[in-house]
């Protein structure tokens, strides 16, 4: 059964820096893996999905990275905005199947 | 991408009552998915809903307290039946376009049980 680990749980920041979260998945057998950002009290926004056969995917400032050997992705936030403040998601598969399995998330802070 | 609402937005309702929510999407997908959002938690898959056939669930939930329809490619429910406050969370439907393409989801219900 997939785990989810996202490490840092909380990340407070002044605008402006370059940010790196961290997700550790147990089981590899991925074949894509997606991060979301959820705003408070509010539904999920798609950030990124990287297929396995990828090691990066970049939209805007965001960039994920995986390595399906090692268990892990990271999402790289450059030039963080306070719009950017939500709580960040990760997700891989369960293994064979489409259902996700989320970790506990990042819960970003960018003050002004 | 895929455009999602969901009603009701929020409720409140009463210990012992059922709550539908319904779940709409902009056009015909593969896959349709409920999950439940405890207070404070990440989110966890309550069932797969299956177009013209029975839901499949998740370790934890069952059809009697979670009955789920979906009629068509682009509509379905999801009933909290016989609430408790336990079951105070937020509902979110998401969609899949293809199989292993990317998820999109609703805006969530948040349900509130006194």
């Known amino acids: 059964k997939q785990e989810v680990t996202q490490i840092p749980a909380a990340l407070s920041v002044p605008e402006g820096e370059n940010l790196v979260l961290n997700c550790s998945f147990t089981?590899?057998?991925?074949?894509?893996l997606q991060w979301f950002r959820q705003d408070p009290g509010k539904g999920l926004t798609s950030l990124l999905l990287i297929q396995s056969s990828q090691r990066e995917q970049t939209s805007g400032r965001l960039n994920a990275s995986l390595d399906k050997s090692s268990g892990r992705s990271t999402l790289y936030i450059a030039a963080s905005q306070p719009g950017d403040s939500a709580t960040y998601l990760c997700?891989?598969?369960?293994?064979?199947?489409?259902?996700?399995?989320f970790g506990t998330g990042t819960r970003l802070l960018v003050s002004p | 991408s895929a455009v999602i609402s969901q009603k009701p937005s929020r409720d409140i309702c009463q210990r012992g009552t059922s709550l539908t929510i319904q779940c709409q999407v902009d056009s015909q997908v593969t896959m349709m998915f409920w999950y439940r959002q405890q207070p404070g938690q990440s989110l966890t898959l309550i069932a797969t809903?299956?177009?013209?056939?029975?839901?499949?669930?998740e370790s934890g939930f069952v059809i009697d307290k979670f009955p789920i329809s979906r009629p068509n490619l682009t509509f379905s429910t999801l009933t909290v039946s016989n609430m408790s406050p336990e079951d105070s969370s937020i509902y979110l439907c998401?969609?899949?376009?293809?199989?292993?393409?990317?998820?999109?989801f609703g805006p969530g219900t948040r349900l509130t049980v006194t």
């Open positions: 809903a299956n177009q013209g056939s029975e839901a499949t669930y």
């Open positions: 997700a891989p598969p369960n293994t064979g199947f489409q259902k996700l399995v």
């Open positions: 089981d590899s057998a991925i074949y894509n």
């Open positions: 998401s969609v899949e376009r293809s199989p292993g393409g990317e998820q999109y």
